[in-house]
């Protein structure tokens, strides 16, 4: 395979995240830990072209996820987070600011910022912050500044160019601003104690006094929150998922294959549970993955697919841990196991946020749609 960089066609792109899929997981181990981080597999992926593969085709990129369907993108991520769900997230989040960069970037930031990225800068999107101390863009003496933390942000002290939003004094709505850090400053890691994603260095940044220029702002005030892009793009997640969901299956396939107990009627359907449960999250991703990018659906009727999306692979990757943990039994929770520290990962991003509010609106989305229920997701009735 060409590894230089960038990428020309979003096909290479699933070539360099196969490989990426088969050389991360034997870092993995190392890398878990409370100050872990994957910067190995972040260089393969700079190395590789994947930094630079999201760019549009009409600025010299790969374009992936511009792709019909999306369908190159939905296989990288689901690559890259079989590799290491702690990648996959960084690399998710890299993805979303990119697409953002090209949504709303005028023609200045889209060429400076997407330079960036060739240059092998990894990008983040951080929205999540405390109520009492959240990002503030105010007048101060020589121009404008920023004060307050994000909270809950992944790769913080590595992620060198920051997409957040913040409030502006005055100013109604929320704005976006994509904000350059330097490596390994304003990042607090001590509360990320987690169970699982350790390697995702998931912390607070402080912004405070950070001097921001006009070409930091991004788009118009409320862009970021816009739908259907703002929920629809969940289905990038859990396509990592996905990813993280398949590498425990093979874990579990392979201490039955290595241990001699495969031939067990028990566990043979306890293993065919699983790969019901992980075909229909695949299916469920394509199906994400072709709703945001054909865009032939209204934006109601796109997001509550997406929360379908976000639901059904949320149970696929909890029936199949299940399932492995009944079936590996105790080894499998014992450090050491490959089935351990995947479970712990995976468990621990399933977690996303407002899970039955997301089942509910699109329940009610269902509830007063007109025509088949066969039809409400292939943009034949509305």
């Given amino acids: 395979m060409d590894q230089r960089t960038p990428l020309n066609l979003a096909y290479d792109a699933v070539a360099a995240a196969r490989l990426v899929a088969s050389t991360a997981p034997f870092r993995a181990a190392a890398q878990d830990r409370d ?34 369907g999306a369908c190159a993108l939905a296989e990288v991520l689901r690559l890259v987070g079989y590799g290491s769900l702690a990648l996959g997230r960084l690399y998710e989040g890299h993805v979303n600011a990119l697409h953002l960069v090209a949504t709303h970037g005028d023609a200045a930031q889209r060429a400076r910022l997407f330079a960036d990225a060739r240059a092998g800068h990894l990008f983040g999107v951080w929205n999540t912050e405390p109520p009492d101390n959240g990002l503030v863009l105010r007048e101060a003496e020589g121009g404008l500044q920023l004060g307050g933390v994000k909270t809950f942000a992944s790769g913080a002290g590595y992620v060198t160019r920051a997409l957040v939003t913040a409030r502006r004094d005055g100013v109604p709505g929320t704005l976006m601003l994509v904000m350059p850090l330097e490596h390994g400053t304003r990042a607090d890691l001590s509360a990320w104690q987690s169970q699982g994603m350790r390697a995702s260095a998931t912390g607070t940044l402080d912004f405070t006094g950070l001097p921001v220029r006009d070409e930091d702002i991004l788009g118009e005030p409320d862009s970021y929150s816009r739908q259907p892009a703002f929920s629809g793009g969940a289905w990038r997640f859990a396509a990592v998922q996905l990813g993280g969901i398949e590498a425990v299956f093979d874990a579990w396939r392979a201490h039955l294959a290595r241990t001699g107990r495969g031939g067990d009627p028990h566990q043979l359907a306890r293993l065919g549970e699983g790969a019901l449960a ?23 009727r796109i997001v509550a697919t997406i929360n379908l999306v976000r639901l059904a692979v ?33 468990a621990t991003y399933l977690r996303q946020p407002a899970p039955d509010g997301a089942l509910i609106g699109a329940a009610v989305e269902i509830l007063k749609a007109d025509g088949f229920v066969g039809d409400l997701w292939d943009g034949d009735v509305t």
């Fill in 314 to 346: 949320e149970r696929a990757g909890l029936d199949v841990l299940q399932l492995a943990q009944r079936s590996v039994g105790l080894q499998g929770f014992l450090r050491g196991h490959p089935l351990e520290r995947l479970s712990r990962d995976l």
């Fill in 278 to 300: 992980l075909e229909g999250a695949r299916n469920w991703v394509k199906r994400g993955a072709e709703t945001v990018s054909d865009a032939i659906l209204p934006p109601e």
């Fill in 35 to 68: 100050d872990g981080f994957p910067s190995d597999d972040v260089a393969d992926l700079a190395r590789l072209g994947l930094l630079a593969a999201p760019i549009p085709a009409e600025a010299g990129g790969a374009g992936l996820g511009d792709e019909p």
